[in-house]
């Protein structure tokens, strides 16, 4: 089974906020995999390709989030989560 | 066409906001409509909710694609986002299949989200509540099989009220708008005036038709629907006429002197550097109130202290040296700022304003002053508290600017304690002026009146009350005395300054500085230029 688990530090200035998570969603849209966002190791997880959902955990400044994918691109898809998230977002538009 | 030109003119008497003549189409803002289809089963309901759903998003998507502003495109996509997931609308899916109503289930579905919004402990996430509410009505409109409304420019809106952050949001070109309620001092009339739209309010907006012809005449607050071929005419010429008058006005530059040569400031009112273009610092004294409220309205996220540090340092750069008093964040009130004002306040205006809303909201108000004491060191710049009411709260505010100053001086970065003065408009604050640690006092008049009068500005019937009397004039003269005995300035900024009508009023008490929107610049200076009393 191709499962994989990463975390990363949130240093957006006001957090995973708005447009933030317009861009975290879209991005874990692009992949097959299942994807899951949590604000700890062991979860609750919530799903990353929904903004409604990841907009309701309220991710505030400095804190750590982690991901958890399951499917063919898991890794890649973490890969890329992780790279968005510890660029500050800055990505293309 | 032969029927609407022998159709006869509706002449509707209003009152003036702001002046000027407006020609074009009304456009009739629509308040969100109740869904009175008749109840349908429960697959029509269904798709009902699919099919607006779908059009919210192709009207969020075109809009988005429209404006050229990274920040309303950054709240559309938001929305836009939001209902490209189906979690939004599954729990109102779920009601309609239990036989619920398209338009009631969806707002069953999105209040309590916004409720959740509301309650967030980050005020960024709580401004989030206004996108939802935004959307949750657009639904709503399209679920009542209403359109979505744009606003054109060259049009006349009519609408109920307006939000000053539509307001600015709106293109208002050779524009006007009719409100049926707000008042000539309500800050929407502020902003139609320094922006030159004309405005009238008062007027019952509900039996006007959309999309006919109207002429606006904001000097006699006056709105005609359907005219004849004359009275176009006539209006165009005085549309015309009005333009050269103002650019004429506009002119009247250079330092004022009254009839005895006798010197007078005259300062502007801006809300930010949008309403300097076209300016020329020589032609005034300085900027006597640059409102920051608007930096602060109609964002996804509230200004972090570098942005609003760069702003104050281009109005600074803009001034040359002149003096530039920024007052710190007024919200509340008729101001309300997503995320920040409280919005179950049963009477705004004698509640968490001014001052009072800043020493709530520490955060907030420190980042303002670090980026006030920053943008010190670049200019001549002068900060001014709003709604005080007690000295305390002025000495809380000194304390905390002094903080910020000590605070930025340890990380190194340059600050510099400005002058720091407060607004009057507190009566209480009037009566009592000798008690307050301020550097200088600058005159609210909007507000001033309002209190003194205990008669709300944005009421209608009271609007006789709402208006300068010998009380006001009398505390304005009582504050005027007192500060030029202790050696301080004081100005006025409200909208008593001007009124070419009241500025002899204002000099007769000893007032010598006046702040004003830069369209009255030239009417207030030639007023000065005429007044031949009391100079000593």
Redesign the interface.
Known sequence: MNRHQASVLIRH???L???P??KL??LAKAFESRIDLGLSPDGPWV?AK????V??T?V?KDSTIYFRAEGSDAKAALEALVTLVDGDFQDGR | MDDRAHRPARRIQGRSAAPGIAIGPLVRLAVVPQDTRPHRSVAEEHQALVDALATSQEALALLASETGDAEAEAILSFQIALLEDDNLAAPAFALIAGGEVASRAWMMAIDPEITSYEEASDSNFRARASDLRDLRDRVLRHLAGEADQSLPSGVIVAADDMPPSMFLATDWRDGGLVLRRGSPSSHVAILARSRGVPMIVGVDVNHLGDGKDALLDGDAGVLIVDPDASMRDLYRQRHAEQSNLRQAAMSFGGPAFTARGERVGVMINVTGLAELGGLDPAEVDGIGLMRTEFLFQGREILPTEEEQYQIYRRMLEWAEGRPVTIRTLDAGGDKPIAGLTQSSELNPFLGVRGVRLSLRHLDVFRAQLRALARAAVTGNLKVMIPMVTVPEELDRCRALLEEAIEELCREGRQARMPPLGMMVEVPAAALTIEDFDADFFSIGSNDLIQYVAAASRDEPQLADLARPSRAVFGLIGHVVKYADGAGRETSLCGDLAGDPEQVAALLDQGLRTFSVAPGALGPVKAAIARYSGAAA
């Not at chain 1, 929904?50 to 959902?53: A, D």
């Open positions: 200035e006001v957090g906020h708005a447009r998570s317009v969603t879209k799903d929904s903004i409604v959902k907009m309701a309220k505030p």
